[in-house]
């Protein structure tokens, strides 16, 4: 992600990128605004998706969360999973999506 997409509107393009989540029964439900850390959640009754890309350190952060009393979550990424990539949104987003739609069993 540019920062000609920060300015015009992250949460749009997350939301399109992400949208794949609806295979697995999930909704958008809501964006998490912050200048630094956008983000938006998607939610299949009480469980949600947050999908985050933090560009101070340039990579995406993805949690699961079984219910609104699961605050931290579980990392639906490997661990260092950044290694070797390029710090930029565009080339971690096939990654992401990748490992995303292998943790949800979708096609």
């Not at 990579?59 to 990392?75: K, M, P, Q």
């Not at 971690?92 to 990748?98: C, F, I, W």
């Not at 292998?102 to 096609?107: E, Q, S, W």
Request: contains cysteine; charged residues 25%.
């Amino acid at each position: 992600m540019t920062w000609k997409d920060v300015f015009l509107n992250p949460y749009k393009r997350m939301k399109r990128d992400f949208s794949f989540l609806a295979k697995a029964g999930f909704s958008f439900d809501s964006v998490s605004k912050h200048n630094i850390r956008p983000a938006i959640v998607f939610k299949k009754g009480n469980q949600f998706i947050c999908v985050c890309y933090d560009y101070e350190i340039e990579r995406f952060e993805v949690s699961y969360h079984l219910n609104n009393d699961d605050i931290l979550g579980n990392s639906m990424l490997p661990i260092n999973w950044e290694n070797n990539m390029k710090k930029n949104y565009q080339s971690q987003l096939s990654y992401v999506q990748n490992c995303i739609k292998t943790r949800l069993n979708i096609a």
